[in-house]
């Protein structure tokens, strides 16, 4: 199946808010459920969020049947990538340009899904 596929492209919607759900989730549980503090909470919902999104793209999404030793280095490998992508856009935009964060963080929430989905697609998951 073609990684631009719409049912391809549909499923890593899907699974992008899955993933987010599970950063959110268990942030607040830890930090207001359990009273812990946020910055550990937030750490902790996001590497949920890693696993989530990884077994997702991986079984679901791209349907790849790449190793997991193969496979999770690379996706690690893109999802720093897609952090430090963020940064850059956030530091150039409302930094270095002082445009508004909203705006700013919101061209960062279409530019970094996308390279993800490129790179996943393209290189994470897909066979030798």
Do not use: C, K
């Not at 937030?42 to 496979?71: E, I, T």
């Not at 856009?89 to 960062?108: D, K, M, N, T």
């Amino acid at each position: 199946m073609p990684s631009g596929d719409p049912a391809t492209l549909l499923r890593y919607v899907v699974s992008g808010g899955a993933s987010a759900l599970t950063h959110l989730g268990v942030g607040f549980l830890l930090a207001e459920g359990l009273h812990g503090p946020p910055v550990p909470s937030s750490a902790a919902g996001f590497a949920a969020s890693v696993l989530v999104s990884y077994g997702l793209q991986r079984s679901w999404v791209f349907r790849s049947p790449v190793g997991h030793a193969r496979a999770g280095g690379r996706f690690l490998t893109v999802a720093a990538v897609a952090g430090t992508l963020n940064i850059v856009i956030l530091w150039l935009g409302a930094e270095l340009l002082s445009r508004p964060y909203v705006l700013v963080q919101a061209v960062a929430l279409v530019a970094v899904p996308a390279v993800n989905y490129a790179l996943n697609s393209r290189w994470t998951f897909r066979a030798a």
